[in-house]
C-alpha cells in the first residue's frame, strides 16, 4: 500500500477513537483513558489488512486532532525508515554471503576442485601442477588443505560478524554445509588417489631398478668374459683352430652345413701333426649307401689317399714334420682330373678319380674320424691326431694363383659352398676349439 493509503487509514482510527471517547456505546468495555491505537505498516507481500499496535500513550492526554495525527505520521515515517534499513542490511548479509559461497564453490560450473585450485594454490603447486616427488606432493597437500580451513575459518568469523550464523535461513545453512562436505570429500578422494600413485610408483621404481641392475650385471660378465680372453672368443669368425690330441674314436669335429650335388670342388685346410705312422684322417664325407663318398687319409704307413665314391688317388703330400701346412685338392668329374697343393705349390695331378660320378647331396661332414656309417662307426687307428684350421670347400676348381695367396696370407677367401666359421663347427668327445692366427703361427714354426 502507499504511504497516502495509510495516512487516510490512521486518520480514519483516529476519528473514531475521538468518537468512541465521548460515549461507548452499552456494553462494550471502553479503553482505558488517556490511550490511543495506531496499525504499524505491512511489508509489501503481507496478506493482512493491518494489525493492532500496542497503545501509544499521549502527552498530556489533550492534543488538538492535528497535532496528533501529525505525531502519528511522524511515528509511521520513522518505523517506515527502521524497516527499510533491517530489510537492507539483512539482504547485504545475505548477497555477501551467497557471494563467499559461489567463490568457494565456483558458481560459474567449475568444478569445487577447479575453485579450490584458483582460491588457494593460484594456480601453481596445487592439483592441476604436481610436483614430481609423491612425498612433496603429500606436503603441497596438506599444506593447501590447512591453508583452505583457515579460510573458511575466516569466513566464519566474517559472517558472524555480519550477521549471526543461526540467523541464516535454514535452506542457506543446509547448502553451505553440503558445499563444505562435498569440497572435504573431493579433498579426501584426491589424496587417496595421490597415495595410490605414490605406491605404484615406488612399485615401478624397484622392478625398473631390478631390471636395470640384472642387464648390467649381465653386461659386466660378458665384458669380463671378453678381457679374459677365453678359448671360444676369437679375434674374428674364422681365427680359430680344432685340435684333436689323442686317438681315439670319440674325439672329432662336425660341421654343421652339408654339401649340395658337385660336379667341381675345391677343398682347402691349414693342419698340424705329427702322429706316426700316419696321421689319420682329416676329414671324411659320407651319404646314405656311400660311407667313403670324400675321403683324406693317410693310415698306417701308406701315403696320403683322397677316396672319391669308394675310388682311389695317392698323393704326394708330406705334412708329418709337426709344422703347419697348406694343404689344397681340386677335382672335376669330367675325367676325374684332379690336382694336390701343399703350402702354394703344386705337387701332383692325376686323372680317372671316379670320372663323371656327381657328389651326391646331404651327406655328413666330419672333422678328424673316417665314417663307416652315416655320421658314425669310427674306427681309432684312422683318427687324425694334430690341429686343424681354415677348412673350406668350393663347388668349381680354384686358380693355381688363388691358391697360392689363400697359403701365402694375402688374400682370404672362404668357401662359398663350407666356409670356416665358429658357429658352423661343432666338437665332441674332448675336442677343443682354441683361438688362433693360422699365417702368424706359421711364420713362428718357420
Not at 489533550?62 to 518505523?79: M, S, W
Not at 590447512?146 to 542457506?172: C, F, G
Not at 674306427?379 to 670347400?393: C, L, R
Amino acid at each position: 500500500r502507499s504511504l497516502a493509503g495509510m495516512l487516510l487509514v490512521a486518520a480514519g482510527l483516529l476519528l473514531a477513537v475521538a468518537a468512541g471517547g465521548r460515549g461507548s456505546p452499552a456494553g462494550e468495555q471502553e479503553s482505558p483513558p488517556g490511550s490511543r491505537f495506531v496499525c504499524t505498516s505491512l511489508p509489501l507481500d503481507a496478506a493482512g489488512a493491518g494489525c493492532p499496535l500496542p497503545p501509544v500513550p499521549m502527552q498530556g492526554g489533550a492534543l488538538p486532532p492535528e497535532e496528533e495525527l501529525k505525531a502519528t505520521v511522524l511515528q509511521l515515517r520513522e518505523t517506515v525508515l527502521q524497516q527499510k534499513e533491517t530489510i537492507g542490511s539483512q539482504r547485504e548479509a545475505i548477497r555477501e554471503l551467497t557471494g563467499k559461497l559461489s567463490r568457494c564453490e565456483g558458481a560459474d560450473g567449475k568444478s569445487a576442485a577447479g575453485a579450490w585450485k584458483n582460491e588457494v594454490g593460484k594456480g601453481k603447486d596445487t592439483m592441476g601442477d604436481l610436483p614430481r616427488d609423491p612425498a612433496q606432493v603429500i606436503d603441497q597437500l596438506s599444506r593447501t588443505m590447512q591453508t583452505l580451513k583457515d579460510r573458511l575459518e575466516s569466513l566464519e568469523h566474517q559472517l558472524r560478524a555480519n550477521v549471526s550464523y543461526a540467523a541464516l535461513p535454514s535452506d542457506l545453512r543446509e547448502m553451505l554445509q553440503r558445499r563444505l562436505g562435498d569440497l572435504e570429500r573431493q579433498l579426501l578422494s584426491k589424496v587417496a588417489e595421490l597415495e595410490d600413485e605414490k605406491s605404484l610408483l615406488h612399485n615401478e621404481t624397484s622392478a625398473h631398478r631390478q631390471k636395470t641392475e640384472t642387464a648390467l650385471n649381465a653386461l659386466l660378465e660378458r665384458v669380463s668374459e671378453l678381457e679374459k680372453g677365453s678359448n671360444s672368443a676369437f679375434k674374428s669368425p674364422d681365427e680359430f683352430k680344432v685340435s684333436l690330441p689323442l686317438r681315439t674314436n670319440y674325439l672329432y669335429g662336425k660341421i654343421k652345413k652339408t654339401l649340395p650335388e658337385l660336379y667341381a670342388f675345391t677343398v682347402c685346410l691349414w693342419l698340424r701333426s705329427s702322429a706316426s705312422p700316419g696321421i689319420g684322417t682329416p676329414f671324411s664325407y659320407a651319404v646314405p649307401g656311400q660311407a667313403n663318398e670324400i675321403v683324406l687319409i693317410e693310415w698306417g704307413n701308406n701315403p696320403i689317399e683322397l677316396l672319391i665314391n669308394d675310388k682311389v688317388a695317392q698323393l704326394p703330400l708330406f705334412i708329418s714334420d709337426g709344422k703347419w701346412h697348406h694343404i689344397c685338392i681340386t677335382w672335376t668329374t669330367r675325367d676325374g682330373m684332379w690336382e694336390a697343393f701343399q703350402d702354394g705349390e703344386k705337387l701332383g695331378t692325376g686323372e680317372n678319380l671316379a670320372p663323371w660320378h656327381p657328389i651326391k647331396p646331404g651327406g655328413v661332414l666330419i672333422l678328424g674320424q673316417e665314417q663307416d656309417t652315416v655320421g658314425g662307426r669310427f674306427d681309432a687307428t684312422q683318427a687324425f691326431v694334430g690341429e686343424m684350421s681354415q677348412f673350406n670347400i668350393w663347388d668349381r676348381v680354384l686358380k693355381p694363383e688363388d691358391i697360392m695367396n689363400i697359403a701365402n696370407c694375402s688374400i682370404n677367401m672362404p668357401g662359398n659352398i663350407i666356409p670356416w666359421v665358429d658357429n658352423n663347427v661343432d666338437v665332441f668327445g674332448g675336442a677343443t676349439k682354441w683361438p688362433v692366427e693360422t699365417c702368424e703361427e706359421r711364420l713362428l714354426d718357420l
